[in-house]
C-alpha cells in the first residue's frame, strides 16, 4: 500500500477553478496508476479521473471531460486535479487513490487499493 493525502479542496463559486493535490509516500510512486474519485450526499462514489503512471495517457469521466485536468509529478510523488468551470454538481468529497493496475484496468473504486481520506469541495451557485 502507499500512503495518500489530499488537500486543496475548498468552497468555490460556480463557475471558479479549484486545484487538488495529492500526496504520496513511498518510493515507487511511479508503479502506480492513479486516480480521482468523488462522492457526493447520498450517491455512489463515482470515478472522475485516472492517469497512466508514465502521466502520458488520462482517461477522464464524461461529467468532467473538458473542465478537469489530471496531471502527476513523479519526481514530487503527487498527483493533480485542476477543475474549471466548476458546476454545483461537481460537490462532494474528492479522493485520491492508487493501483498498481494499469490505467485501463482501473476504472471503479474496486480496482483501487489505497485510498487518501477525501478532501471536501462544495461548489455554491
Known amino acids: 500500500q502507499v500512503q495518500l493525502v489530499e488537500s486543496g479542496g475548498g468552497l468555490v463559486q460556480a463557475g471558479g477553478s479549484l486545484r487538488l493535490s495529492c500526496a504520496a509516500s513511498g518510493r515507487t510512486f511511479s508503479r502506480y496508476t492513479m486516480g480521482w474519485f468523488r462522492q457526493a450526499p447520498g450517491k455512489e462514489r463515482e470515478f472522475v479521473a485516472a492517469i497512466a503512471r508514465s502521466g502520458g495517457i488520462t482517461y477522464y469521466a464524461d461529467s468532467v471531460k473538458g473542465r478537469f485536468t489530471i496531471s502527476r509529478d513523479n519526481a514530487k510523488n503527487t498527483v493533480y486535479l485542476e477543475m474549471n468551470s466548476l458546476k454545483p454538481e461537481d460537490t462532494g468529497v474528492y479522493y485520491c487513490?492508487?493501483?498498481?493496475?494499469?490505467?485501463?484496468?482501473?476504472?471503479?473504486?474496486?480496482?483501487?487499493?489505497?485510498w487518501g481520506q477525501g478532501t471536501q469541495v462544495t461548489v455554491s451557485s
Open positions: 487513490a492508487a493501483t498498481e493496475k494499469g490505467l485501463y484496468g482501473s476504472r471503479r473504486p474496486a480496482d483501487f487499493g489505497s
